[in-house]
Structures are given as structure tokens and as C-alpha cells.
């Protein structure tokens, strides 16, 4: 999830597979499996989508909640889609003074023109873009 805020205007809108493909781990589909845990696999990965959050207003305590979601692919057809999504933004500041993360909510569901339907439920935590984690090394040729 990907959030972009205006606190001049106290809005935050979002999005889930605009930076990257959606990615589903093993530790996502354990809670549909439980103890077929060592089962989970993912037939077809979810690339290509994106989930778009419309701007939702920031509450005086940090809180947002919007109910304007819109699920997009560029190969495929989407004739339907809504959801929600909501979370607060952390009471604890930054180096520039905005807030460290956020957390929260969001689900989508969609259907395709060829009948195809889908959903997405999600958790999500977003740091301020200065304790985002290093990005993983490139392995070495050879290793």
C-alpha cells in the first residue's frame, strides 16, 4: 500500500499495486488453510491489478475512512468494482514532523466482463519514506 497525504488539505488517498505487483505470500493464506498451511500455494498471482483509493478526509485524531475504491488491470476488463478502507495515521512524528506510518484496512471486489469475479482484503502498515528498510541486495553472480 502506497498512501499519499495531504495534511495541508487533510486528505489521504491510496493505493495496492501501483509501486510493484500485488504479492501473496504463503503466510497471507494461512489463515483461508490453517493447518494446510504447508499447502498454500498461489495458482494465479493477482499481477497486474491496482487498487485505487480515492482521497478520504483525515479526522482531528488521524483516523480516515473512505468507501470510493476502484480496481483497475490493463489486460483485462473491469465492468464493476467498490470497497472501503480506512486506518489512522501514528500520533508519533517524524524528522519533518508528519506522522511515522500508518495502519489499517482495505478491501476491494471486482467482476470482469468475462464473468470473472475477484476480491482483495488487506491489511497494511506504511512508514514515513525515511524508515522505509533498505532495499534487498542484489544476489551476487555465482551465489
Known amino acids: 500500500m502506497t498512501l499519499q497525504a495531504d495534511f495541508a488539505a487533510g486528505t489521504v488517498a491510496g493505493c495496492i499495486g501501483c509501486v510493484g505487483d500485488i504479492a501473496l505470500e504463503r503466510e497471507h493464506l494461512s489463515a483461508i488453510l ?3 498451511r504447508s499447502e498454500a500455494a498461489v495458482e494465479h ?3 497486474g491489478y491496482e487498487i485505487r483509493f480515492a482521497p478520504a478526509a483525515i479526522g482531528g485524531t488521524g483516523g480516515f475512512a473512505g468507501a470510493s475504491v476502484a480496481v483497475t488491470h490493463p489486460d483485462r476488463a473491469i465492468v464493476r468494482s467498490g470497497g472501503s478502507w480506512s486506518g489512522r495515521f501514528s500520533s508519533r512524528a517524524a524528522g519533518d514532523g508528519t506522522p511515522r506510518l500508518a495502519a489499517g484496512h ?8 468475462d464473468g470473472g469475479e475477484g476480491s482483495f482484503d488487506s491489511i497494511f502498515t506504511t512508514l514515513h519514506p525515511t524508515l522505509q528498510p533498505p532495499p534487498p541486495e542484489e544476489p551476487r553472480p555465482g551465489s
Do not use: D, N, V, Y
Open 34 to 36: 490453517g493447518w494446510r
Open 45 to 47: 498471482p493477482p499481477t
Open 106 to 113: 482495505a478491501s476491494a471486489a471486482f467482476a470482469e466482463a
